[in-house]
């Protein structure tokens, strides 16, 4: 058809041609992990079905355990049928994919350990295999320096202004638990590596509907135009979950919403929603101005703090259908525990773009459904021709990004209902990912690792944001202090949150806009 052709005439791809990924080896720290099995290896899995790995390639697992490769091949095999978003696996992309699976018991505080790993490489009788390497340290944050340093005594880590091969190292969150523990890791880091061979993961950037935040803004001249305190009237980020903590307790302990949800992904959210064009789509630019943007975030104080956040935590409640226990029923968390597990702040965003505009975030656990959207809501039109009738009833224009789940955009205006009588209501216009593009949904990890391995740090967290983020971050814990939860600051499970979260936007005339699945 004619109109399709034009369609696929006005692509544009932006990939510098096709990108040769050099061979190289990627070095799983902490390969008997819940990250290995879950993610990083169907995550590679996908790009070999998808032939997209470097050729040749290899994997080493590292971790504490005797095992061999064949039995390391196995565990992940019966992983993968378990976690794999294709299902069944395909035989014949396993077994060459199996191939390239290798394993090397060590002790991360051992120094024998890194050299037996050096051997292992040297063995695969390839300078390339050997030392173009991608190291990921899924392991605890405490462990990323003392890995690094032995890294570097073992010659594995060079940190070489003209390297003839690449050593880089990818580090999942926790980043820290605060500015000045991220602080003392990155020394730690770039004192055996340069920032441009640390890649700090967070995987909503690795989110096909993340990244096209910035495809939306940047390619759609009639968006850009609306996206200011001209037209906008305030901002609403919500990133909810039905699922309570589950077997993580012992870790959100350590965490909470804020840290373990605010710090990293709602913020990179925001930084791309509001951040000024960049100069390019260079790795650098893009950074440039999310840290830019995050540093323009008014700064709380204790008084700030008060004001404009609000956290909470579940009790007992019922999230669609199923009896869901309290939080501080859960394993591994103290009964008279005081963590946040849920959070929602207004922030404002002082530069010229956003000056007045309320920014609205909030995230938790065990709240009705899980959704991530954003939702840019337009001021109102003037009340000149329906005021009479309508008043506040007439409702304002938003446009909805949704990233998960029912990924696209929604664009909501009013109209007039058929009939005789003159009556305007909401309706929606919807863009639907599936709808397009068919139900191909990456995982995050697959596009992430896929980067790393290209040594493009776009979607990974510079030092700077990663450090900025969790200034902001302090300042409200500090507001928090060590007082414990009020009886109004818990939620039954299934729930928005604590009423706070609802009169937080009240008192400036706003009220959550609430997810609503697609029909
Ligand atoms: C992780 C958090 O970073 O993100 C989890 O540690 C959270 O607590 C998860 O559940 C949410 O990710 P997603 O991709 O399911 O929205």
Redesign the pocket.
């Known amino acids: 058809m004619e109109s399709d052709n034009l369609d696929e005439l006005m692509v544009c791809r932006l990939e510098r041609g096709i990108r040769t990924l050099s061979p190289c080896t990627m070095v799983i720290f902490g390969a008997s992990g819940d990250l290995t099995a879950r993610k990083l290896v169907p995550a590679l899995y996908h790009l070999a079905r998808a032939r997209q790995l470097p050729e040749p390639f290899r994997v080493v697992g590292v971790a504490r355990r005797p095992k061999s490769d064949a039995g390391f091949r196995a565990e992940l095999r019966e992983a993968l049928d378990q976690f794999s978003r294709t299902q069944p696996v395909d035989p014949s992309v396993w077994d060459s994919f199996a191939e390239t699976l290798h394993y090397c018991q060590g002790d991360l505080i051992e120094p024998a350990s890194y050299d037996r790993l050096a051997a292992r490489l040297r063995e695969f009788g390839d300078e390339r295999l050997a030392r173009n390497l991608l190291f990921y340290l899924a392991v605890s944050p405490s462990q990323f320096a003392p890995v690094v340093e032995q890294l570097s005594r073992s010659g594995l880590l060079r940190r070489e202004e003209e390297p003839p091969f690449w050593q880089r190292v990818v580090v999942e ?1 926790p980043f820290g638990h605060d500015l000045s523990s991220a602080q003392s890791v990155n020394q730690a880091l770039t004192r055996f590596a340069h920032e441009r061979q640390i890649f700090r993961i967070d ?2 950037l690795g ?1 096909e509907t993340v990244q096209n935040i910035l495809m939306f803004r940047f390619s759609n001249a009639i968006f850009e135009q609306l996206w200011s305190r001209q037209s906008v009237d305030h901002v609403q980020i919500t ?1 909810s ?1 039905a ?1 309570g ?1 589950g077997g ?1 307790g012992g870790y ?1 302990e350590e ?1 909470g919403a804020l840290r ?2 605010v710090q ?2 709602l913020l990179q959210v925001l930084a791309l929603v509001a951040m000024e064009p960049p100069v390019s789509l260079e790795a650098e630019a893009i950074r440039d101005e999310k840290v830019k943007l995050l540093r323009s975030i008014r700064p709380f104080d204790a008084t700030g703090v008060a004001r404009s956040v609000v956290r909470g935590q579940y009790t007992n409640g019922t999230v669609r259908g199923q009896p869901v226990r309290a939080y501080r029923e859960e394993e591994k968390v103290r009964p008279d525990s005081n963590v946040e597990t849920f959070v929602a702040l207004r922030l404002l965003i002082d530069n010229w773009r956003w000056s007045g505009v309320p920014f609205y975030l909030r995230t938790g ?1 065990a709240l009705p459904l ?1 959704a ?1 959207e954003v939702r840019l809501q337009f001021r109102r039109a003037p009340h000149v021709l329906f005021a009479a009738q309508c008043g506040s009833r007439l409702d304002a224009n938003s446009l909805t990004l949704r990233l ?1 789940p029912d990924e696209g955009i929604s664009l909501r205006f009013n109209g007039k209902v058929p009939g005789t009588s003159t009556e305007v209501r909401p309706v929606r216009m919807h863009f639907r990912y599936d709808a397009e593009f068919g139900a191909y949904t990456p995982e ?1 990890y697959e596009r992430l690792l896929l980067e790393a391995l290209a040594g493009d740090a776009t979607l990974f967290i510079r030092r700077d944001e990663v450090e900025t983020a969790w200034g902001i971050v302090d300042a409200i814990r500090a507001g928090w202090g060590a007082r414990p939860l009020r009886d109004r600051e818990f939620y039954p499970a299934g729930t928005w949150g604590p009423e706070a979260a609802d009169q937080l936007l009240a008192r400036t005339g706003h009220a959550w806009r609430n997810p609503q699945p697609l029909a």
């Open positions: 969150k995987h909503y989110k990133v979950e699922r903590v993580r959100y965490a373990d949800m990293n992904h656990k899980s991530s998960q995050a």
